[in-house]
């Protein structure tokens, strides 16, 4: 009987080895998956950032170069309103 338990045990010792190095495995590649996950989504929020904010530059000289061209008296953009 002792010659079973054995075998069972040098199975289980080995399948334990290799299911925790598929787990290391795995860790790693949820690492670089979250990892690169993360590094993208920054580059597009930091792209977006840039746009939106050009955007706003340009939509607010234009409605100051409009106000300075107003013909009906309107007052032009002051300095608080940037």
Same mark, same amino acid.
């Given at each position: 009987?002792?010659? @079973? %338990?054995? &075998? %069972?045990? =040098?199975g289980? =010792? %080995?399948s334990?080895?290799?299911l %925790?190095?598929s787990?290391?495995?795995v &860790?790693?590649?949820g #690492?670089t998956?979250g990892?690169? +996950? !993360?590094? /993208? +989504? #920054? $580059?597009?929020?930091?792209? +977006? #950032? *840039?746009? =939106? &904010? $050009?955007?706003g530059?340009?939509t607010r !000289? /234009?409605?100051?170069?409009?106000g300075? $061209?107003? @013909?009906?008296g309107?007052? @032009?953009?002051? $300095? *608080? *309103? &940037?």
């Amino acid at each position: 009987m002792i010659m @079973p %338990l054995t &075998k %069972l045990g =040098v199975g289980f =010792v %080995l399948s334990s080895a290799w299911l %925790l190095s598929s787990c290391a495995e795995v &860790k790693e590649a949820g #690492r670089t998956i979250g990892h690169t +996950t !993360r590094d /993208v +989504t #920054r $580059e597009i929020g930091h792209g +977006t #950032r *840039d746009v =939106v &904010k $050009e955007i706003g530059h340009g939509t607010r !000289r /234009v409605v100051k170069s409009i106000g300075e $061209e107003s @013909p009906d008296g309107a007052e @032009p953009a002051t $300095e *608080d *309103d &940037k």
